[in-house]
């Protein structure tokens, strides 16, 4: 994982990281929510990924994330997901 940019932004309680990174396969959230709980020793639970982009035919990836510093910031800033009507 190499670190592009990590900013702390105060008002919203959250670190910014933009990171790039290689894989063999397209990684999901799932899969880059938890190197990022392992590479900042953060909670994964705290971390929201913004978005995950690749380049057709090569292993580089390139992610943009935000680990918050409590549930209830994250839960307070995130937008919520629809729910699906019956």
């Known amino acids: 994982m190499n670190l592009i940019r990590e900013f702390r932004n105060e008002l919203l309680g959250r670190n910014e990281i933009e990171f790039s ?3 063999q396969a397209n990684p999901g959230f799932e ?5 990022i709980a392992d590479e ?5 639970d705290l971390i929201c990924i913004k978005s995950l982009k690749g380049n057709y035919g090569l292993h580089n990836f390139f992610a943009e994330a935000f680990i918050y510093d409590s549930v209830e ?6 937008p919520k997901k629809k729910e ?3």
């Open 84 to 86: 699906k009507k019956k």
């Open 21 to 23: 990174f290689s894989s």
């Open 73 to 78: 910031q994250k839960n307070r800033i995130e």
């Open 40 to 44: 900042k020793k953060a909670e994964k």
């Open 31 to 35: 899969v880059v929510s938890q190197m």
